[in-house]
């Protein structure tokens, strides 16, 4: 079945640096992907929706500015998380659409970040 | 009111029970219903995709959509402590924007 990889899986960064995390597609071509952060025992929640060659639009009260998201592939989607704080730290996951003929939404494994 | 709405619980179940998972909805333009389930720190897994009300079944799991009550289920046979997860329900108008549920915390007790 249709595979979506993220990387890396967990992450510890110091307060102030720069972290990215990746999104691949691994056997279908995502036109669109989505970036979603979960918080402990609580649903996801969509922060922006990321579509390739394009600006990615995001949700309201989600800032560009410091979730700099790039979908620079059929593949592959960037985020990046700038000048992170310790109240960043969270469960990141992306999803990607399959407009194949399985017309679906999967889910990457999640990458965990930890900002010290 | 929540676009999408499920119980969190958490759900336990002992081993063999049907488990019965619901949510409802607000939204009538809601086309796609999805559920998902979601081991403690992995990603969410997608179980069943339907389309359309009426039932879809694939091995132990059954989902079920009504669209006229806004309602939605995934029933579990035969639960297995391996089914202990959280499961989310998720649907679109679109298949493009997805709302999830706030995910039901499943226990199957051996």
């Known amino acids: 079945g249709a595979v979506v990889s993220q990387h890396p899986s967990w992450v510890i960064c110091k307060s102030g640096t720069s972290v990215k995390i990746e999104c691949r597609s691994l056997d279908f071509q995502a036109t669109t992907m989505f970036w979603y952060r979960q918080f402990p025992k609580q649903s996801l929640m969509l922060m922006a929706t990321s579509n390739e060659g394009s600006k990615a639009t995001y949700e309201q009260g989600v800032e560009k500015d410091k979730f700099l998201i790039n979908h620079a592939s059929l593949t592959l989607s960037t985020l990046t998380v700038t000048s992170a704080h310790p109240e960043d730290s969270s469960f990141y996951i992306c999803s990607a659409a399959d407009r194949g003929p399985g017309n679906t939404i999967y889910f990457g494994e999640g990458s965990w970040l930890t900002v010290v | 009111q929540k676009e999408v709405e499920q119980d969190p619980g958490p759900l336990s179940v002992p081993e063999g029970a049907i488990v019965s998972l619901n949510c409802t909805y607000s939204?009538?333009?809601?086309?796609?219903f999805m559920w998902y389930r979601q081991y403690s720190r992995k990603g969410p897994e997608l179980l069943m995709y339907t389309y359309s009300s009426g039932n879809k079944e694939d091995g132990r799991f059954t989902a079920q959509v009504d669209k006229s009550s806004k309602y939605i289920s995934l029933f579990i046979r035969d639960s297995q402590p391996s089914d202990s997860a959280t499961y989310l329900c998720a649907m679109s108008w679109n298949n493009n924007d997805m709302r999830f549920g706030a995910g039901t915390r499943l226990t199957v007790k051996p």
């Open positions: 939204n009538s333009a809601f086309q796609y």
